[in-house]
């Protein structure tokens, strides 16, 4: 496929990056293209500037998105790679997530250099979390733990780790895995235990709308297995209204064409915790994640955190 030149809009992160560079060599290997022909774009955002406030106090997801989308609309990048665990519920007018890569590990990753389980801490424990999906799921496991903020990328958390302002953190297996850092990792977490946040270890990337040259370059990418359960997973979060004020967690499979879709809320102190599964066919994800966050909504009542 003949090209002009490609800009891929990213955050500066470690991680943001490596997706970023994940997604440049994707399309070069599809479309035999010549690396030096795509930029890489890195856009500070708000929620990158500012680290030392939880994102519920300075506004939410959308901050890690805000700026890169101004460049979106304006033509400034052709396209903006994200992980989609931070994506808001609902997008800008104008702007769409029209490619999914293939999931990464969507476990929560245990990190503790004093336990080898949230079941081995220690009476009391210090545990750092910037997540009140995180937070509420351990304290429904463990009442007895104190949350501290951590927010900041996976060095700077586990920096705080080795410092010891915590005996124990939580990151995404995905992340860890593309960096190169799954050694790190003290023990993974089955869903069964803390069930993951929405899209966890899927990287989306967003185009404007009308982009038919973006679109075209990044339909051979889409994973459809991937995209099937973000699509059951996303629409339980938009029903829900979302944001990082709600304590939700959605993870879904897909085995043949059978999806399976297994969703919570939570109480902000994990006290309540309200369920909802579906199994249906791949075409019906959609559906199935908003029957599920409608049973939620129903069961939860005043208890749901907007």
Request: one cysteine or more; a negative charge.
């Amino acid at each position: 496929m003949q090209t002009g030149r490609i800009k891929i809009g990213t955050r500066g992160s470690p991680l943001a990056l490596a997706q970023a560079h994940e997604t440049r060599d994707r399309l070069c290997q599809v479309h035999d293209l010549d690396p030096a022909l795509i930029d890489i774009i890195v856009i500070s955002t708000t929620g990158d500037q500012i680290q030392n406030r939880s994102l519920a106090e300075i506004g939410g997801k959308g901050l890690f998105t805000k700026e890169i989308e101004e460049q979106l609309h304006d033509g400034s990048i052709d396209m903006a790679v994200h992980s989609m665990k931070d994506m808001p519920a609902e997008l800008p007018d104008g702007l769409e997530i029209c490619c999914l890569l293939e999931r990464e590990d969507p476990r929560d990753a245990f990190m503790s250099p004093v336990a080898k389980s949230i079941a081995d801490l220690p009476e009391g424990a210090v545990v750092g979390s910037s997540s009140v999906r995180r937070a509420a799921q351990l304290l429904n496991i463990r009442p007895d733990l104190q949350i501290v903020q951590f927010r900041g990328n996976v060095q700077t958390r586990l920096r705080k780790l080795e410092d010891g302002v915590a005996a124990a953190t939580f990151l995404a297996c995905a992340g860890l895995n593309r960096l190169g850092m799954t050694h790190l990792i003290t023990s993974a977490i089955a869903p069964e235990i803390m069930l993951p946040a929405v899209a966890q270890g899927a990287i989306g990337i967003e185009i404007a709308s009308g982009n038919e040259r973006s679109r075209a370059l990044l339909e051979p990418l889409n994973h459809r297995h991937t995209s099937i359960c973000i699509e059951a997973e996303r629409a339980f979060l938009t029903e829900l209204d979302g944001s990082c004020r709600t304590p939700l967690a959605g993870h879904a499979t897909l085995a043949g064409n059978v999806v399976s879709f297994n969703a919570m809320a939570l109480t902000l102190d994990g006290q309540k915790v309200f369920r909802a599964s579906r199994s249906g066919q791949a075409g019906e994800a959609g559906r199935m994640g908003l029957d599920a966050a409608k049973e939620i909504r129903a069961l939860a009542g005043a208890d749901l955190v907007s």
